[in-house]
């Protein structure tokens, strides 16, 4: 695979390697800055968030933050848009992120294809070792993937990709291998709860 075919993924390599670690790593805040007499952690208030676009929704722990971040390939400049929540006190971010593709890329490009060099490009941008895999469809029906990994620092990230509509989607969720056992039916639903919104055909 050579480092052209990976350039309109370059979504992998700025969520894996960028900002989004930066938060699921963050250090445990000092009992200097921890409220007397609070024992257990705050439980966050999940709540639907739909993207401004209006192009899909998910539930989240909060209201997520959102960043934007923008690489000159040889198709054109692509965009990539990061929404991250991550919840007080707990060693998890919850991502999602998306770009779009030029039109001519994604008219010609297999998804499949797509979704397996993201996938390449996530193991090695973040040096981790592929824990499990499987293809997936969005509920409606666009081509994904399901993959499970865990770097050299025991981060384990579950992150479910979709290809829909010109459009390649990331939903993650990062936490350490602790967090992972007692999160696992949390990070389980918010995963499901992604949807991807149709765009309204042009009259």
């Known amino acids: 695979m050579t480092t052209k075919s990976l350039l309109p993924l370059i979504a992998a390599t700025l969520v894996c390697g960028g900002s989004v670690f930066v938060e699921a790593r963050q250090s445990k805040p000092t009992t200097a800055v921890v ?27 909060g209201s997520p933050n959102r960043n934007t971040q923008s ?12 929404f991250v929540a991550q919840p007080p006190k707990q ?7 998306y770009n779009d593709f ?4 994604g008219q010609v490009t297999d998804p499949q294809a797509v979704l397996n060099n993201a996938r390449d490009m996530a193991l090695k941008t973040t040096k981790s070792n592929l824990i499990s895999q499987r293809n997936i469809r ?11 990994y865990i770097n050299s620092g025991g981060k384990i990230t579950r992150s479910r990709m979709y ?5 390649l989607y990331q939903v993650m969720a990062i936490t350490t291998k602790k967090q992972q056992k007692t999160l696992a039916k949390t990070i389980t639903g918010y995963l499901n709860s992604f949807h991807v919104v149709l765009k309204k055909p042009n009259n």
């Open 35 to 61: 409220k007397p007499k609070v024992s257990q952690p705050v439980q966050p208030q999940w709540k639907l968030y739909t993207a401004p676009d209006g192009r899909f929704s998910i539930l989240m722990p």
């Open 71 to 82: 690489q000159k390939t040889y198709m054109g400049e692509i965009t990539l848009q990061i």
């Open 91 to 97: 060693q998890v971010a919850y991502v999602v992120a």
């Open 102 to 105: 030029p039109y001519s890329y």
């Open 138 to 148: 969005s509920s409606n029906n666009h081509p994904g993937k399901e993959i499970e």
């Open 163 to 167: 290809v829909a509509e010109g459009r």
